[in-house]
């Protein structure tokens, strides 16, 4: 699980430094959650700055925000505020997830569950399971054992921006990538140092699936970011369970 301290630094430029296709990624989420939730009422779990949570919100969802970091729900707060969006966000476990409302679908977009211990998937998903009504949709995605191996793992990622500048390295284990960053964010004419940890765990195709399984889900799909194909290469996997 990531510190509680995480992205402390990080959380006013989340966003930006993020060098994802928002539009077409919320457009994707927007037809799968459209396609499958049996009613509007939902989720964004591990939602960080809330930009899936207020893309959600314009779409006409009745959607409220949960993630375990208070300076990431600060920045979401604030965000959906100055953008008109009334917006619910509230501190969360994943394995704790609670809702007050039967929810029609779940989301945890951009490697929330990576974040995740192998052995507390089954408690994620069950916590999960129990909020949704029959028929609800807990949608997710994951970076892949490939990326996590062969793209982040021992390596070095470096920025020099003018307001943020990190460094960015990486050790891997068999189970995990963990990641230490240290960020000079700009405060007037000087720069100052926060140092973060992050870890992410290595979740396999098949362990995934059969944790879904054994909670009681229904697998409907799995492919590639944005519907891509997966193959050896996958770097992201998109998974949409149904609870029965």
Known sequence: MAQFDSYSVLAPFYESLMYCDYAEWSQYVYEKVLKYAPN????????GTGYFTRKLKTYGFDVCGYDLSPVMLNEAKERSVNE?????????????????????????????????????LHSVFTAFYKNLVKGGMLMF????????????????????????????????????????????????????RKDEKHVQFIHTYDDVSDALKKVGFEVAEVEGHLGKEIDDKTERLNFIAIKR
């Open 84 to 120: 008109g969006l009334k917006i619910d966000y509230y501190l969360c476990d994943m394995a704790k997830f609670k809702s007050f409302n039967k929810l029609g679908f779940i989301t945890v977009i951009n490697d929330g569950l990576n974040y995740i211990r192998q052995d507390k």
């Open 40 to 47: 509007k009422i939902g989720a964004d779990v591990g939602c």
């Open 141 to 192: 995605d994951i970076s892949s054992e490939y990326k996590l191996k062969n793209i982040l793992g021992n390596n070095l990622f470096a920025e020099d921006g003018e307001e943020l500048t990190y460094l960015w390295f990486n050790t891997l284990f068999d189970d995990r990538v963990e990641m230490d960053l240290t960020f000079f964010s700009k405060t007037g004419e000087k720069y100052v």
